[in-house]
């Protein structure tokens, strides 16, 4: 009788334990409030996207489309970029996540425009995020480092700057402006 009272014991107390931390793999597989936010942002939006090739002159402006929608269950945010950049025909796809286990932001970007893929991470919440990452610059074969600066505005606006180091500098090359159409 007693080594069954002891057994009721240790089960219902390991049972609330566990019940007190959920499982980590059911942390990582459910998307998080921050997936809900990143929701709002389904729809078409027009983009703006400014560069600047030179800081000390005006940045080339390309007005373009682009389509949002939450891919895989609500996990990620899969922006398809597309519209002419002079006379060149542009299309980009960028995905945009949150890692609930590591609370990290991630975003992967690629383009007709060249066969790299740029991969950042970083931290963040509701209203913005700061990711950090290289790319590589094919005229100087060196990688560059990059930071991105997402601002989720609300959700018809959603702003993403690119920033690279030149030397000690940090110079802003991008910006990614998209409001719902």
Same mark, same amino acid.
């Given at each position: 009788?007693?080594?069954?009272?002891?057994?009721?014991?240790? &089960?219902?107390?390991?049972?609330?334990?566990?019940? =007190?931390? /959920?499982? $980590?793999?059911?942390?990582?597989?459910? /998307?998080?409030?921050?997936?809900?936010?990143?929701?709002?942002?389904?729809?078409? #939006?027009?983009?703006?996207?400014?560069?600047?090739?030179?800081?000390?002159? +005006? /940045?080339?402006?390309?007005?373009?489309?682009?389509?949002?929608?939450?891919?895989? +269950?609500?996990? #990620?945010?899969?922006?398809?970029?597309?519209?002419?950049?002079?006379?060149?025909?542009?299309?980009? *796809?960028?995905?945009?996540?949150?890692?609930?286990?590591?609370?990290?932001?991630?975003?992967?970007? &690629?383009?007709?425009?060249?066969?790299?893929? *740029?991969?950042?991470?970083?931290?963040?919440?509701?209203?913005?995020?700061?990711?950090?990452?290289?790319?590589?610059? $094919?005229?100087?074969?060196? $990688?560059?480092?990059?930071?991105?600066?997402?601002?989720?505005?609300? +959700?018809?606006? &959603? *702003?993403? +700057?690119?920033?690279?180091?030149?030397? =000690?500098?940090?110079?802003?090359?991008?910006?990614?402006? #998209?409001?719902?159409?």
């Amino acid at each position: 009788m007693r080594s069954i009272i002891i057994s009721a014991i240790i &089960l219902f107390c390991g049972n609330t334990i566990h019940a =007190q931390s /959920p499982d $980590p793999w059911t942390v990582y597989n459910t /998307p998080s409030e921050i997936h809900n936010m990143l929701g709002k942002y389904n729809g078409d #939006f027009v983009l703006d996207i400014s560069i600047w090739t030179d800081v000390t002159k +005006e /940045p080339k402006v390309y007005n373009l489309l682009a389509v949002n929608r939450m891919i895989l +269950e609500g996990r #990620f945010l899969e922006i398809a970029e597309a519209g002419k950049m002079g006379d060149d025909n542009y299309k980009a *796809l960028t995905t945009i996540g949150y890692n609930t286990s590591s609370k990290n932001y991630l975003l992967t970007s &690629l383009s007709n425009m060249g066969t790299g893929i *740029l991969v950042l991470s970083g931290e963040g919440d509701n209203k913005s995020a700061n990711l950090t990452g290289e790319t590589f610059d $094919p005229v100087t074969k060196k $990688p560059v480092k990059v930071r991105q600066k997402i601002s989720f505005i609300d +959700e018809n606006n &959603l *702003l993403i +700057e690119n920033f690279d180091m030149d030397g =000690q500098k940090e110079k802003k090359t991008i910006e990614y402006r #998209f409001r719902r159409k």
